[in-house]
């Protein structure tokens, strides 16, 4: 049997994309929403003049903003290891794991804020909001959620074809089934 592949090729879809597919608004802001606190609070380092200094009262003051300095660099973990010429540092942004000694951490972490460019972010005014900046990069992470968000678009469109073609869900066919429930 020879098939037209241009007339096959003309039956498709140009996307299986919905209006849910892009991005997942309720759990960016949601996200957002866990840390905005904190985030408000280093809002008043936006335009600072002596950053580092206001940045080390900030931390002794409210060391749990620590936790949305990761969020800033689109990492999604609270350690982060970083090191160049004058050596390697393991990062701990849980306030919990970290007790600030007036000089020894805070140099640390003032040096990290500053060799990441978030201290340049903050002291020229780069950003406006904290907030609205995480907001922005929560929204591209959420580029993962929209891979998965793919599959299941193709899961569904699949099963879609099945149940036309008369099969039932649980009898003629199965969806996301284990190896043993095969076996069985």
């Keep these: 049997m020879n098939r037209n592949f241009n007339n096959w090729l003309s039956t498709f879809r140009d996307s299986i994309a919905n209006y849910k597919y892009y991005v997942d608004f309720e ?19 936006i335009g600072s003049k002596n950053i580092k200094n206001d940045f080390k009262a900030l931390v002794e003051k409210y060391p749990e903003i620590l936790k949305c300095i990761p969020l800033l660099l689109a990492v ?29 951490e ?10 990441t460019g978030l201290f340049d972010l903050l002291e020229n005014h780069i950003i406006n909001s904290l907030v609205d900046y995480a907001t922005g990069v929560e929204t591209g992470l959420d580029s993962n959620g929209r891979k998965n968000r793919g599959g299941h678009l193709m899961e569904d469109l699949v099963e879609s074809f099945i149940k036309k073609a008369g099969f039932q869900k649980g009898k003629t066919y199965f969806k996301e089934i284990k190896i043993k429930e095969i076996e069985d």
């Design 106 to 115: 805070y140099d640390k972490y003032a040096y990290f804020m500053e060799h």
């Design 27 to 45: 759990k960016v802001h949601c996200n957002v929403d866990s840390i905005k606190v904190e985030l408000n609070i280093l809002n008043t380092l």
């Design 76 to 104: 999604r973990t609270n350690e982060i290891y970083c090191q160049d010429i004058n050596g390697g540092y393991l990062y701990k942004f849980n306030s919990k794991d970290v007790s600030f000694s007036i000089n020894e």
